[in-house]
């Protein structure tokens, strides 16, 4: 199912509660009690056991997340590019007749008084446990960021603290930035940045580390943890990049022995 039909039906009943429940219910129109998967009457919600009403109210927070947190990026740079907003379209599949309800969410973060601080901690704190996907928010928005070609100064300051919010340090950022395309093409990205080790490591080293990060990023993660096939798309290729990187690294190695 794509999230726009769990956004907008009955799973945005399961979500409420600080900035991202605040911009829900001005797209409702009302402030609902989303906490729990149970309604007023203390009725299953649509006859949702609990695990399942964590995994919507999850999927529902990581896409508002991504609207809010670019809303407040755009508020950054000053201005929101239409090349932006295609890419957000393209890389969350909005429908056509959901296009003014996702306006509606975008202007409502981007008009609030509230600094994105407080949708990060929020977003931070609901996916504290899942590394992986706060990263691919991340990458999310550097691909909003980058869409028209060009990396502000503004935009890299707001992503860094953003990155900082959700736990993430200098060298988890660099290497973050380093799989997009603005630091280079698919051939002339530096592999050892992808794979955030340094150009001396060793070979277990380099192994070991692109061992972590397929196993943290294999969309069969995001799978089990309910996140629906937007997510799982965009997990497919941050694996495919790391495997790219090593790839490289691995015949580099082997041709420079061929050489000596």
């Known amino acids: 199912m794509s999230i726009w039909g769990k956004i907008l039906g009955g799973a945005a009943g399961l979500f409420t509660g600080g900035p991202l429940g605040a911009l829900l219910g001005g797209l409702a129109g009302h402030a609902v009690d989303l906490w729990s998967p149970c309604g007023p009457d203390d009725q299953p919600r649509r006859g949702m056991n609990d695990a399942e009403a964590e995994a919507a109210k999850q999927t529902v927070a990581f896409t508002i997340g991504v609207i809010a947190l670019a809303a407040k990026m755009a508020r950054a740079d000053g201005v929101v590019k239409r090349v932006e907003v295609d890419t957000f379209k393209r890389l969350f599949r909005v429908p056509p007749d959901e296009l003014e309800n996702v306006g509606r969410v975008f202007d ?3 008009r609030d008084t509230r600094g994105f601080e407080e949708y990060a901690r929020q977003i931070a704190k609901l996916f504290e446990d ?20 060009e990396l ?38 530096d592999p050892y940045a992808v794979l955030g080790v340094p150009r001396q490591a060793g070979a277990e080293v380099v192994k070991a580390a692109h061992r972590a990060l397929v196993r943290e990023h294999h969309p069969d993660r995001l799978i089990a943890q309910g996140m629906p096939q937007e997510f799982v798309d965009l997990a497919t290729q941050k694996l495919a990049l790391i495997n790219a990187a090593y790839d490289r690294i691995r015949r580099q190695r082997e041709g ?5």
């Open 152 to 189: 502000h100064e503004t935009e890299v300051e707001y992503l860094h603290a953003v990155a900082v919010i959700f736990g993430f340090d200098e060298a988890d950022f660099r290497r973050i930035v380093a799989g997009h395309h603005l630091a280079g093409t698919p051939t002339e990205t």
């Open 256 to 260: 420079t022995a061929a050489l000596s």
């Open 130 to 149: 899942k590394h992986a996907v706060l990263e691919e928010l991340l990458d999310s928005l550097l691909m909003i960021a980058e869409a028209d070609d």
């Open 108 to 110: 409502l973060a981007r």
